[in-house]
């Protein structure tokens, strides 16, 4: 290797196409692994033995620097670096939910107050009278006013007759009615009033003809 190295953009058998991207990437400083190029470059060529002979045939002297960048130029040409992955956009901003203002609660009028209308006076209490007394007589009262009949019967036959009357009034359905009226009769005619006496008697019999008075009626008006 007494010679000096070929450039591949001055070796007669490259295609023009691949010399225009060489002074391109030749150009531009890139960043390269010379290991990992060595590496990828001999499984392009197929082996070690096409190696040698592509390097014998275009008599290429890598030395640290130059021949280094023209391998890693046309490894870049012939194997296209992936592109990062895309970054994610960001989410969108969280919606920012505005509370509603509280309205406040209106205030209740106070109501007017309703005075109570003054309590109704109480009725005065009935007044605390007599027991009243009964108005249908009694059998003794009876008794005792058929008494006071007989007793002026004698005496007084005239004021016998009214006082029997008075009884026939107070004593209405009496049970002594048939004996009152008998003493009445028989005062009568004592007192010279044949007729009355006569005409109550007609009357006594004709209503009680049985009357146990039936015969006094009879002797005092025959």
Not at 171 to 193: D, H, K, N, P
Request: hydrophobic share 40%.
């Amino acid at each position: 290797m007494s010679e000096p190295p070929v450039r591949l953009r001055d070796d007669p058998s490259i295609e023009p196409e691949l010399k225009d991207a060489l002074g391109q990437i030749g150009a531009t400083p890139v960043p390269f692994d010379v290991d990992q190029g060595l590496s990828q470059l001999k499984d392009a060529m197929g082996g070690p033995g096409a190696e040698a002979s592509w390097l014998a045939k275009h008599k290429l002297w890598l030395a640290a620097g130059g021949g280094a960048a023209l391998i890693g130029g046309a490894l870049l040409v012939a194997t296209p670096k992936p592109l990062p992955p895309a970054a994610a956009p960001p989410p969108p901003p969280a919606a920012v939910v505005t509370p509603a203002p509280v309205q406040p609660s209106p205030t209740p009028e106070p109501s007017p107050k309703v005075e109570a209308p003054p309590p109704a006076p109480a009725p005065p209490a009935p007044s605390v009278s007599a027991k009243p007394q009964s108005t249908k007589p009694t059998l003794a009262e009876e008794v005792k006013h058929l008494a006071e009949v007989r007793a002026l019967a004698t005496g007084d036959p005239a004021g016998a007759a009214r006082k029997a009357d008075e009884g026939h009034k107070r004593f209405s359905g009496g049970m002594l009615y048939q004996e009152r009226e008998a003493v009445a009769i028989t005062a009568l005619a004592r007192a010279g009033r044949a007729g009355e006496a006569k005409a109550r008697a007609g009357r006594f019999l004709s209503q009680f003809p049985k009357s146990p008075f039936a015969d006094q009626v009879r002797a005092a008006a025959p």
